[in-house]
């Protein structure tokens, strides 16, 4: 008899209920439902992406097995996940969990499932367009890459390169910034809004490691015209982290080749990189002068307001609520960059659902403590306070408020002093640790207690014994 999709799935979760803790199958799968069943491939609902990556982080070996008993060892399992109305998906995103490991290129659109990292680029037998593949991950697009100073210029970049791919004058366009601030981001958006545009445009996202792999397995099977000639049909291509290419001769040199030949033919490259072009070492010169071709921009780490904007946008697309002051305290609080500040709010979301409580200002600090490196271990601006309150005989609470009396008042800009010299808090954050004062305040601290020092001995003398206290935490 042909089993239907709810009695396999729930057979699927008669077998879950007996392996995971009643909490976390409340949580987790009751709220599942079962929506079809082709074959081999059981199709199920999920209320938010964030619920589809929690299950597959935390439970994918454990979903594989329960539908492989039920379809046998072809058994897969497609995702349906409600998608916020805000967002340009409309439609319902469907995602393919493969039989072995997940991995993120198994995502894609629609009906259409595809799974590029079965097309192996180097065997690259036939190179017609049905071979094609982008490797482009349809979660980041320009509506969802929040705009601020920190990325002005490179999102506006961005928007003018995706209508027009190698026609305006930012070919190649360069990207760079540090660590977890948006390069991949707004590269792959770029690539989205082209593929969007242009079906017939063939836009490929590839990273500089996965490249020199590519090259280096080409070399050892033998197949270099077939590596070369495939990247020679790219229409628009995205090359991820190029400090990667850092002391790899021959893999420059091919990169070289394919760069000219591209750009030659009005193809448009975009790079992404962790610093500027002129910090990039290891890189041959002539690669480096085409680098600065067309147009390089960097991105900075978000200021306040964008961090907000960014948290809010992405509790929208979740699905979930965070009352105001956790988003401004965590916008405060997290200031290193933004794949930081989108771990925390992760973490924070699971804290609430595993614990079936709400997410308030309390459960946002205790989750913070465990996760931010400024609290507790090193210097952070609690201990600054504290310490420099001892010193000057001075209570916390004076040093937050808004008293003006003058020995607080130096207390203050003291404590905000050593805050901008011992944290990686920006002065924004600064300020609002010391009762919501603004960055030009702790500006003026910073400065008036330099001054200080170069005409007060004794003052001086307090702050090398306030540092050496400082130093002493951190070792
Ligand atoms: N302006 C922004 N608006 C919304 N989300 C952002 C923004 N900037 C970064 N993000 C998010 O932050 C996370 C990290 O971004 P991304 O991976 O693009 O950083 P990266 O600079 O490429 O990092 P790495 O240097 O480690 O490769 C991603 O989830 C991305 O969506």
Aim: aromatic share 10%.
């Amino acid at each position: 008899m042909v089993k239907s999709e709810k009695s396999v799935w729930e057979d699927c979760l008669r077998f879950i209920k007996s392996q995971v803790q009643e909490q976390s199958y409340k949580t987790w799968f009751e709220p599942i439902k079962p929506l079809g069943l082709n074959e081999t491939t059981i199709t199920i609902q999920v209320p938010s992406q964030f619920f589809y990556e929690y299950l597959e982080e935390h439970y994918v070996h454990l979903l594989r097995e329960c539908v492989q008993n039920e379809l046998g060892p072809e058994g897969k399992l497609e995702y349906s996940v409600i998608v916020d109305s805000g967002s340009v998906q409309n439609q319902p995103y469907m995602v393919t969990l493969p039989n072995q490991n997940q991995n993120q290129n198994g995502k894609s659109w629609g009906k259409e499932v595809v799974e590029p990292e079965m097309v192996n680029p180097f065997k690259m037998p036939s190179l017609d367009k049905d071979s094609r593949y982008s490797n482009l991950n349809p979660n980041y697009y320009f509506d969802n890459y929040i705009e601020g100073d920190c990325n002005r210029l490179a999102r506006s970049a961005g928007i003018a390169v995706a209508e027009k791919p190698g026609i305006t004058s930012f070919n190649p366009l360069m990207i760079y910034g540090g660590v977890g601030l948006g390069k991949t981001h707004l590269v792959q958006a770029i690539g989205n809004k082209v593929s969007e545009q242009r079906k017939d445009n063939f836009v490929l996202y590839v990273s500089s490691e996965k490249f020199t792999t590519q090259f280096t397995d080409a070399i050892r099977n033998n197949s270099i015209q077939s590596f070369t000639n495939f990247y020679l049909q790219v229409d628009t291509l995205i090359i991820d982290d190029v400090q990667f290419f850092s002391g790899k001769e021959k893999t420059q040199e091919m990169f070289f080749h394919i760069f000219n030949h591209l750009h030659q033919n009005g193809k448009q490259i975009i790079m992404s990189s962790d610093r500027a072009p002129r910090d990039l070492k290891g890189l041959q010169d002539r690669l480096l002068s085409r680098f600065k071709w067309g147009l390089t921009a960097d991105l900075q780490m978000p200021d306040f307001e964008t961090r907000m904007a960014i948290i809010m946008r992405k509790m929208q697309s979740d699905g979930i609520y965070i009352p105001d002051d956790v988003v401004e305290y965590l916008a405060y609080s997290v200031d290193t960059n933004v794949r930081e500040l989108e771990g925390v709010l992760i973490s924070l979301i699971a804290h609430a659902t595993l614990n079936k409580t709400d997410i308030d200002l309390e459960l946002a600090k205790q989750t913070l403590k465990n996760i931010v490196h400024d609290i507790e271990s090193e210097v952070g601006v609690d201990y600054i306070q504290k310490t420099v309150g001892e010193f000057f005989q001075i209570s916390v609470e004076d040093l937050k408020d808004k008293t003006r009396k003058k020995e607080i008042v130096i207390a203050r800009q003291v404590s905000m002093y050593l805050c901008k010299e011992y944290t990686n808090h920006s002065l924004k954050s600064i300020g609002y640790h010391f009762g919501g004062r603004d960055h030009s305040t702790v500006i003026h601290a910073v400065q008036s207690v330099s001054d200080m020092m170069d005409v007060d001995s004794k003052f001086s003398n307090s702050i090398d014994e306030l540092k050496k206290k400082m130093k002493m935490k951190l070792v």
